[in-house]
Structures are given as C-alpha cells and as structure tokens.
C-alpha cells in the first residue's frame, strides 16, 4: 500500500507545487475533505479558489460549448465559450494580474475519459477551445482512489505531484463545530473517521469436533464486528462528509447533550420506537441513514444511551405524582378499590374503551396510583388480564411509562410485575424494553 499523507502533512507541500506554477493532484476515497483544503488555500495565498466538480459534467460539450459568430467584414468564426466557473476564474485571473487565484478541478477522474482527458490538458495548452488561460492562473486537481475512475497513462501522470491523502482528525475536528457526541466519539475512537461497515450475522461453529483453539478462532471472529460488507450496493458510509452531516442531523434534532427535558423526550421516543424489522431503535435507524451500519454508528449511539442513562438516574425525586395526565375517571378507581374478586376486575375491564385500559394500566405502574386505589389484589388483577384486551401500546403510553419506569422510586413493583407476567399478545414487543428499562436503574 502506498503511503498517504495527512491534510495537515500535505498541504505545504501542495502551497510549495502552486507557488511555482505545479499542478498538484490530491488522491484519496471520496468524502474525505479533500475540498475543504482549498478554504485554507484561499487564506494561505489571499486570493479566490474556484471549484468546478468535474464528475458534475455529462460530456465534453459542457466545458466549453462553441457557437458560431459573425465578424464586421462578414466572416464567420467558432468561438469557444468555456464552463461558467473557469469563466468566472479566466476573469479574475486577469483583474487580478498580482495575485495566484486557483482552479480546483475535483472529481476529475471520475468523469467521461475525454472529459478527464481535456481537464489534465489545462497545465499544458494552457487553453482551453479558442480561450488561454492567465498565466498567473494556478491549477490543482482532486481524484478518487476507488470506483468507477478513469485510468491514466504515466506519461500524463507524470506532468503533476501526485498526493496520496487520507482524513487528518486534527484538521477535521478544527475546521468545524461538531456535535458534542461526535467530538466525544471520534476522540476516544480516531480510527471512525473512515469507520468499517459491521457484519451483523457472525460466523458460527458448524464442527462439533472442533478443538479448544478452533473454537477460540472462532469466538475472535464473532466479536470482530468490523468486517466489510459488500453485498448491499446501496449502504450508506462513514466517512468525514456523512460524519458531518449525522453531526448537523443530532444538533436538528435537539440532541445536543445538553440534559433539558426537551432531550429527555426525544431521545425517550426514539430509544422505545422499535422498527419493525430487525428491533432497532428508531435512533439507530436515523444514525444509520447519515453514515452506515459501522462502527461509528455504533458507538455514537452508546455515547447518547449513556448520556440517556445519566439523565434518567438524576431525576430528582418528588413526592407529586408524574403521571397525573394519565388518571383515570373516578368512578373506575373507585371500581377498582371495592372489587373483590377477579370477576369484578374482569367486568370493569370489560365496560372500560381500550383508550381507558391503556391509560389506566399506565397510571397504575407509579406508586401513588396504586396507593390511591388501596387493593393490591386488584391491581395485580388488572395488570395481568387488562393487556389481553388492548391491541397496542401507543406513542403517549410508551413515554409515560418512560417517565417512570427509570425511577424505582417511583414504581410499583407488585403492579408492574403482574405486568410483565402477562401473557397478552401485545406485551410480546415491550416486555424486553420493560425489563431493560427497570435493570438499568
């Protein structure tokens, strides 16, 4: 493998290339920040960077289109009008004779050959159709070191400083305001700013012979998560580019680790939203959409659990009840306080809308609920048998649970395990998110 350098390693060597009129040529995987060197450029040499992206053009017609013009005498003439960004750059190149202004041609090899053919003829003709270029223009190119990319000869090659570059963290993390969850992540793990793709179906031990070192092999192999997958052709990617933009997403989404009851509530939907798929939070499924199933995705998301975990078990503890908004009519906390058998429980379940049941089992997970209706019995009774006549938990009683569940405080544990004992088809999603949420306190 070739050796890459660093933004921060390579950039004096590209000013050295430009202040004598070299052409350097920046190489490395897409997303990386390859263009974002040109802002330092610009600062570096007190003048304009203009950036055409090359792989953006469809054929050669789009760098310079020619038109017919007539002249005084009559005479007619093909004039070459070229893209409107070298455009733009030829004319500030000449208002601006004492400065070294610079075209940036990125993603010039992922274009049509001839295209890419006629952008690396820039440093020699020096002219593009029927226009020169300013010789106090500069030109400096980026490429891709992977996909699909036009090949080039060494004797073309060989008219450029060839820079092999790879993401620099330092550079990276300076040049912007990141997420404080990023920051956290790419601190403790430097090596996710160009995280790996996880396998998510480990290999297992089919040999049942197998001897104490192949099953050690093969137990290295499951926990090595950080395998590449290549099967899926539409996978998002860490890569600094997506890790910026899963950055701006979590600030959008007023996760921002800053502790406020707002956080608290987004996070406390996104973690109990559970898709239907593979029974990944919705959060997940979010970070995944900006940068891929990898490594990074999985990290940040244990950074923002633990931040979650810490919010929750700092809640303070108040002897006013939390989920008042949830209290039933009076009349069935008053049925429920004078039922004296299961029969009892099981009629006024039966008379209740399931919008009631839902939010009366809710209700009587917190302590004081139980307490106000004064039969244990009843409660537990409820608790068990309610869920088989409720087809689902929605949104609002997942997040009230969420309220209380954390806060052993504030839970009542007899009224919650007869919960977790039912057997109603409904409590098959969120027994486990239950159980997790309680152990976790």
Avoid: C
Avoid at 25 to 49: H, Y
Avoid at 78 to 97: C, K, N, V
Avoid at 141 to 149: E, Q, R, S
């Amino acid at each position: 493998m070739k050796s890459a350098l660093t933004f921060t390693q390579v950039e004096p060597f590209a000013v050295a290339d430009l202040k004598k009129n070299l052409s350097p040529v920046l190489i490395g995987p897409a997303g990386i920040g390859k263009s974002s060197l040109t802002e330092g450029l610009e600062r570096t040499f007190k003048t304009k960077v203009f950036t055409l992206p090359v792989n953006q053009l469809a054929d050669r017609s789009d760098l310079t289109g020619v038109r017919a013009t007539q002249s005084e005498n009559g005479a007619w003439r093909q004039i070459a009008f070229p893209h409107s960004t070298i455009m733009d750059a030829i004319e500030y190149a000449t208002d601006h004779p004492d400065e070294h202004p610079i075209l940036f041609l990125d993603e010039f090899n992922r274009a049509a050959a001839e295209i890419t053919s006629s952008i690396l003829s820039f440093t020699t003709l020096r002219r593009i159709g029927t226009m020169d270029f300013p010789e106090n223009l500069r030109f400096m190119f980026a490429g891709n070191d992977k996909g699909n990319v036009t090949s080039l000869d060494d004797a073309t090659i060989s008219r450029f400083s060839v820079y092999r570059v790879r993401p620099d963290l330092d550079t990276f993390l300076s040049i912007q305001t990141l997420n404080p969850f990023v920051t956290d992540v790419l601190t403790k793990h430097p090596e996710d700013l160009m995280a790996t793709e996880v396998v998510e179906n480990y290999k297992n031990v089919e040999d049942d012979d197998a001897d104490e070192d192949d099953n050690n092999e093969s137990e290295e192999y499951a926990f090595s998560q950080f395998e590449f997958l290549s099967d899926d052709t539409f996978s998002q990617v860490t890569r600094p580019r997506t890790i910026t933009a899963v950055s701006k997403w979590l600030d959008g989404m007023g996760i921002d680790k800053s502790g406020s009851d707002e956080e608290r509530e987004v996070l406390g939907k996104l973690f109990t939203d559970i898709t239907e798929t593979d029974d990944s939070s919705t959060l997940f499924t979010g970070i995944e959409a900006h940068v891929g199933n990898t490594t990074f995705a999985h990290h940040l998301l244990d950074e923002i659990n633990t931040h979650f975990n810490a919010m929750l078990s700092s809640t303070h503890v108040s002897n006013q009840p939390i989920l008042n908004d949830m209290r039933p009519e009076q009349d069935i906390i008053n049925t429920l306080s004078r039922a004296g058998s299961e029969q009892d429980v099981e009629q006024l379940i039966d008379t209740m809308s399931e919008k009631d049941r839902l939010n009366t089992l809710v209700w009587l997970t917190e302590t004081t609920s139980t307490k106000e209706v004064n039969n244990n019995k009843a409660v537990t009774t409820f608790m068990s048998n309610a869920p088989h006549h409720i087809s689902q938990f929605d949104n609002k009683a997942v997040q009230n649970l969420m309220r209380v569940l954390p806060n052993s405080a504030k839970v009542a544990d007899s009224a919650v395990k007869a919960l977790l004992s039912s057997t109603a088809p409904v409590m098959n999603q969120w027994k486990s998110v239950i159980q997790s949420v309680i152990e976790q306190d």
